[in-house]
């Protein structure tokens, strides 16, 4: 078995030299010693060290863009599953619609995919979304997947270049959600071939020239048709 | 019953051949409950254990901690694990596992990350052969880490005792049963901090020295161990 | 959980236990290693077959023993039964709740249970009325009445004294009575980690203010018969080493003043 080429791992607790960089996401301090709070890898800016987890639960930010699942209704509010440990809100007056209380329902039931944008989150996680955005709305059709939180810029690429890449190959809409649900609508069998890249993309994000290898990856795919 | 057992053979090996600090093969493996957002399954000897983790909001919100995340373990024998038809539920036993392995974990997880939340680590022993709450806490911790749960440090246990008059690693069923004491110990291996520990039994003040040095030794296969499972999750087979 | 305000500690208050203790003294004027005063009441239940009620400071707890005839387990038929139960009675503190013991009911009832067991307190084998048929079976049921901190050393304390006391009513068998065979004398000694420090027999205050509990029980044999590292908190080994010394030397003390045995 011929491992890719990885970038650094480490694991929990692992010190992690920091040098002139500043340490930042995924690292604690213990004794003027610098630590490692994930298995995950090093990741090294002009400034910033952090460590980028293989997997981490999806915390709300702000302006974060995301996909969410109506879980449940209230008078005047929806209760969104953000693919988080924390459930977030959305409220009948953050929606392009005039919603009467009481009356949610008829705008968005249980199960319903939507796309919208953190708009408040505070210190405890709670968080609220609102779709008054461009571009926010009601998913219908499509498929929704889910790929691990922290494995959402790797899907997306450098300026867009890796979902751009897939889209255009395979003929697809697709909305990334920053919390790791992924929307996906075309011909079935473009889906089929969409899906299978992007798992691809997750399974090798923390690999080096990821991209080249998914251009191939396209190029043997029309080849052998 | 208890000295008629003959723990130790006449040329200082134990029944199962071991040597005294010699400790059974552990065979450890994470993403094995597909709906969990971290799970480890471990084989230790025979003890077969299965870690599901999940990372929600406390329920009901009035157990919620505005500043930190709340752990709880949920240790469970199934009815076929052991010998006699073990009944299902909680009880005494199980109950003061759950405890020890959740404060335990609690050491090592970065708590003040998720407020509000709870780690809900569910443990279910499928087949019991001596040592299954050090089995279980070696592979939760695993299963955590593989939830991306931000975490201090991997949490190794490993259990040492006395049988036959001789202090040894990792207890074997018989060893338990007829031996003079049972020595579980877990610690954070950066930091050498011991966040679990229990005795039954009897051993002097030297024999405790010398039964956790033995752990202490062993805690760096176990860790190996620990790594290598998360390590053979994310490594990938490339080119063709 | 019922909120309540002796469940929380306010914050002035842990600043005082903690800058105290940078000077080696507690609140009570205690040192590290002292428990507080304890009075032991045996026979404090007469219709019990033994019993004691203990106080220390103002912990209160009630041992009761009840022997009764039983069957043996199927796997160890020439011995007795000994079954140990720490009740946390919602009397003794606003947050104690009626009903199923709790998680910290049940690790007290099982600390102070593996201490006794295991320092062979009750020669089991002298309690067989008939072999695989009858044997006496020993109820250890406590009450804890008043809690103010350390439960388990209140509980290890009232379960020997009960036990010292206690009679194997052997009359109800057209046979005589006798005094429970009692071989040892165990005692347990938890200790509170406060900052850095370890402090002896802990009382509520420096329970809330403590990040982490260490609980040794010994025997006259100074040899370890269970331990157990209780709630959130890490122990160094070199910490654990000298809990386990202080343990030996405290207990021998407490062993000697309470119980008259060295």
């Known amino acids: 078995m011929k491992y890719l080429e990885t970038k650094e791992i480490v694991y929990p607790g692992d010190r992690i030299e920091i040098n002139d960089l500043r340490p930042r996401n995924g690292i604690y301090e213990d004794d003027s010693q610098y630590f490692s709070e994930y298995f995950g890898v090093i990741q090294k800016s002009e400034k910033f060290i952090d460590i980028a987890p293989f997997n981490s639960p999806y915390l709300p930010r702000v302006n974060d863009k995301v996909i969410g699942k109506i879980m449940d209704i209230g008078p005047t509010m929806w209760t969104v599953d953000i693919n988080s440990p924390y459930y977030s809100l959305l409220h009948i007056n953050d929606t392009p619609w005039h919603v009467n209380a009481g009356d949610l329902t008829r705008y968005l039931a249980a199960g319903d995919f939507i796309y919208a944008r953190i708009s408040v989150s505070n210190e405890i996680k709670e968080s609220w979304v609102s779709m008054r955005d461009t571009g926010m709305r009601k998913l219908e059709k499509g498929q929704v997947i889910l790929v691990k939180p922290p494995k959402v810029p790797r899907v997306i690429g450098k300026g867009g270049n890796m979902i751009n890449l897939i889209k255009s190959e395979t003929d697809t809409k697709i909305i990334v959600g920053q919390n790791g649900f992924i929307w996906i609508d075309g011909e079935p069998d473009n889906v089929n071939i969409a899906i299978n890249a992007i798992k691809m993309v997750e399974r090798e994000a923390h690999t080096v020239g990821l991209t080249d290898r998914m251009g191939e990856y396209f190029k043997k795919l029309k080849g052998g048709n | 019953m208890e000295g008629n057992v003959k723990l130790i053979t006449d040329d200082g090996l134990r029944l199962d051949g071991r040597s005294s600090n010699e400790m059974r093969p552990i065979k450890l493996q994470t993403g094995v409950i597909e709906k969990a957002d971290g799970s480890a399954y471990i084989e230790w000897g025979a003890n077969k254990v299965v870690v599901a983790v999940y990372v929600r909001e406390a329920y009901p919100k009035h157990a919620q901690n505005m500043d930190r995340a709340i752990v709880k373990a949920r240790y469970s024998m199934a009815g076929f694990s052991v010998e006699e038809r073990k009944r299902p539920g909680p009880d005494r036993r199980t109950m003061e596992i759950s405890k020890v392995i959740s404060e335990a974990l609690s050491s090592a997880i970065i708590l003040e990350k998720l407020p509000r939340a709870e780690v809900d680590v569910f443990i279910e022993v499928l087949q019991a052969d001596a040592g299954t709450r050090i089995a279980s806490l070696t592979a939760s911790s695993v299963a955590i880490a593989d939830a991306g749960v931000p975490m201090r440090d991997l949490v190794v246990g490993c259990t040492a005792g006395k049988a036959g008059g001789k202090i040894v690693l990792d207890l074997s069923k018989d060893e338990d049963n007829y031996g003079e004491a049972d020595i579980p110990m877990a610690i954070l291996p950066r930091t050498g901090k011991v966040v679990l520990l229990q005795i039954d039994g009897d051993v002097s003040p030297e024999e405790f020295d010398e039964a956790t040095s033995m752990i202490v030794n062993a805690m760096k296969d176990i860790s190996k161990i620990q790594r290598d499972a998360l390590m053979k999750t994310y490594s990938i087979e490339g080119g063709e | ?262």
Not at chain 3, 196 to 217: F, K, M
């Open chain 3, 1 to 262: 959980m019922p909120m309540d305000s002796n469940a929380v500690i306010s914050e002035i208050k842990k600043g005082v236990i903690l800058e105290s203790l940078k000077n080696g003294k507690r609140l009570d004027g205690r040192a590290i290693n002292d428990f507080r005063e304890v009075k032991i009441t045996e026979n404090y239940i007469p219709k019990a077959s033994g019993s004691a009620m203990v106080e220390l400071g103002k912990t209160k707890v009630v041992a009761g023993i009840k022997i009764e005839e039983g069957t043996p387990f199927p796997d160890s038929p020439d011995n007795g039964v000994m079954a140990l139960n720490v009740e946390l009675l919602p009397m003794a503190f606003p947050t104690f709740e009626s009903g199923p013991p709790s998680e910290q009911a049940i690790e007290f009832s099982r600390v102070v249970d593996r201490g006794i067991r295991e320092s062979k307190v009750i020669d089991t084998s002298k309690l067989v009325i008939e072999s695989g048929v009858k044997v006496w079976m020993i109820f250890v049921d406590i009450d804890i009445l008043n809690y103010d901190g350390n439960i388990i050393d209140a509980c290890t304390m009232a379960v020997v004294a009960a036990l010292r006391s206690a009679v194997v009513p052997a009359s109800k068998l057209g046979k005589e009575d006798f005094k429970l065979p009692v071989n040892s004398t165990p005692v347990s000694v938890t200790m509170a980690k406060i900052g850095d420090e370890l402090v002896c027999d802990p009382d509520l205050q420096e329970e809330q203010v403590s990040n982490g509990r260490i609980t040794i029980t010994m025997s006259e044999d100074n040899h370890i018969h269970a331990m157990q590292k209780g709630d959130v908190g890490e122990f160094s080994l070199e910490e654990i080493r000298k809990a386990i010394k202080t343990s030996c030397d405290t207990g021998s003390g407490l062993r000697k003043e309470l119980f008259k045995v060295n």
